[in-house]
């Protein structure tokens, strides 16, 4: 199992405090034009890879939607083999700490995970690992009565009974890196096919940007799009807005084969955040970049990953 490295990087609060957040800067910044500090490429951000065995049914109508924070990924498996094939899917966490209860994405193992085929779902196999200075330590956690997920509340007398590692004595459940691997199977029988979908709630890179500012242009520019038009629509929509909220979500999609997959790419009337989407960006798809929601157009030749920057108004 290939382990991704660390993102070490600050959380902002929990999901109300980061509503008032945004409130309270945007309204500082409409007083007093206060230059707004870009966050980190990767702040509150947790990604999930999915994967799998998949040769021959290659998968065709493949589809991405997203509608909030939750993604849906489907795709139809057809097998024109004269046997009946098996086929294995993976999903992946990145590693990941726990900082304490202040954080935003307090549960960074996809536990909402869920996979159907032709409608009904599927049970996913799940397992969880412990990482420390790059070595793998589950046995000795779970040696001692502890899970792999890290965890700050962990029991005192447990960690002490954990025997030191790499020379180092674990002082609490916030030492070390946690990852989760989730894994399904499905049969295809011969000349058939089969219709998969997977859902889960995306935890996605979130910040509050300056329009004119250099973090707005780079991360527009990321997403093919050209800031300045981009910044035009904005304004045409909200003519007083001058900070807006970027979400960056990555949609997993290496098992598609490079295939052609249609996005789709809703409008909530408010997000997780309390901010109001505006127009979505993402290279190669066939609508105009930079496009007011809702939007629904084909990327061919996908990549491993998707990425879709939506921009929104924040909460007032």
Known sequence: MRR?????????GKLREVKCFISAVFALFLSSAVTIA??????????????????NPIPIDAAISLGGDNISISARLE??????????????TQLFQKFGEAETYADKTFSDLRVEVDGKPLALTSDSRAFFLGQD??????????APIPNA??????????PEQMGVKLKDGSDWEGQVLYSWQTLVPA?????????YKSLPQFELADISGARFNRLVGQHCGDASMVAKQVRKMKPNLRAVVLQKYVAPVSFFKSASVTLTVGQPT???????????????VTVPNGSFLPIKGVIGESDARISILVISAPAM
């Open 79 to 92: 097998n024109q083999n004269t046997e009946s094939i098996q086929y294995g899917f993976f999903a992946y």
């Open 137 to 146: 330590i589950t046995h000795a956690l779970t040696g001692a009565g502890i």
């Open 153 to 162: 509340g962990v029991d005192d007398d447990r960690l002490t009974s954990v």
């Open 4 to 12: 991704l490295p660390l993102l070490h990087s600050s959380r902002r």
């Open 270 to 284: 408010e997000n997780s955040l309390g901010a109001h989407p505006l127009l979505a960006l993402v290279c190669g």
């Open 38 to 55: 870009s966050a980190n490429d990767s702040e509150n951000a947790e990604t999930l890879t999915i994967g799998g065995r998949v040769s």
């Open 191 to 199: 000349s058939e096919a089969r219709e998969m979908t997977i859902r």
